[in-house]
């Protein structure tokens, strides 16, 4: 695949994931403790984490990584962004979306990318298909809770 075709997948998955966010209904639970606000949160905290990695490598300095475990991130993130309005959110995914574009769009091809201390080091292609993955598994997920809730 090529690097283009690997932004632009992860584009459309970002796109997507904010139509179905929209018209998901906003109380129904998507996980245990998390309705779609929370998802939006969570895809909200990773990409502009991911934003900022790769502009620290645009500039030529290295990216300060998490040290920690998902599970604690993800938590955290939810928590943080609770109380931001979902249009916000949605904002900032997408000027984070546009950075991380952009910065995947000049990174290095021989070198790796790395979200957090210990996490698989990945190169461009392989990273835009991996945040593709993430944002489309929450997707489906929405979209089941979305088509439960008007099969109601």
Known sequence: ????????????????FVRAFQSAPPSDPVYPGWRSHEVLAHLVFW????????????????PVLMEGVFRDFNRQAAERLRSVPGRVLIERLQHANRLVGEGLRSFPAHARIRIKEGSKPRGPVEFATAIEGHFRGHLADLRHVTRTRKAS
Do not use: F, K, P, S
């Open 47 to 62: 990409h502009e984490t991911y934003a900022g990695i790769l502009q620290a490598v645009r500039a030529g300095r290295e």
């Open 1 to 16: 695949m090529t690097r283009a075709r690997a932004i632009a997948g992860l584009d459309d998955a970002v796109d997507e």
